[in-house]
């Protein structure tokens, strides 16, 4: 029986680009969080209080739904970009920027989705009072580098695909929201 950790994982750092108040690089957190562990949870839930954002309340529902189970579910995956760089077991919703959940396809190996990826309102590409520019764009080369070899599959909002488009995705069939990378 393998040991379970109950605390956000440090998984690597970042670089981002800073651009309020001075342009300059700014180094960030990936940490995956457990959806068992109830300061996890609580992170993600005060993320969804503090961003009002549809998929934030999706990620900490499915995180919740694991939680009340009580039993891990090794193939669905949470992670945040974080301004934190030490005390993961402690991950301050105040200081993430995006969040997503990955659910690795444990029948076949070759191919994860990536049901949600949510950027903090306040950062994404159309703010007026953006302190950050790439978070989107970083994350999403994070999980291009974590799942090298396999297809990364994930449903669009509308508004996202242009998005996705400039990251490498493609349509599955001709103005398709199912879009696919071949990590």
């Known amino acids: 029986m393998s040991e379970i950790s109950f605390k956000g994982n440090f998984i690597s ?13 700014f180094k ?8 068992l562990d109830s300061k996890d949870l609580r992170a993600l839930r005060d993320v969804d209080d503090l961003w009002e954002a549809s998929f934030s309340g999706n990620i900490y529902k499915e995180a919740a739904s694991i939680h009340n189970i009580g039993e891990a579910d090794e193939a ?47 950062h994404l590409y159309d703010s007026e009072v953006r302190e950050f520019k790439g978070l989107g764009r970083g994350f999403l080369d994070f999980f291009k580098q974590l799942y090298k070899g396999k297809e990364i599959d994930l449903h669009s909002v509308f508004s996202a695909r242009d998005f996705y488009f400039k990251n490498g995705f493609h349509p599955v069939e001709r103005d398709s929201n199912n879009l696919y990378f071949i990590a």
Not at 28 to 35: D, K, Q
Request: overall charge negative.
């Open 28 to 35: 960030v957190s990936i940490v995956e969080l457990n959806p």
């Open 76 to 122: 669905q995956k949470f992670y945040v970009l974080t301004r934190q760089m030490k005390n993961f077991e402690n991950i301050f919703p105040e200081d993430i920027l995006a969040e997503a959940k990955i659910a690795e396809d444990s029948f076949n190996g070759r191919s994860v989705n990536l049901d949600y990826l949510q950027v903090h309102p306040e």
């Open 13 to 25: 750092h970042l670089n981002i680009q800073k651009i309020y108040p001075i342009k300059m690089p």
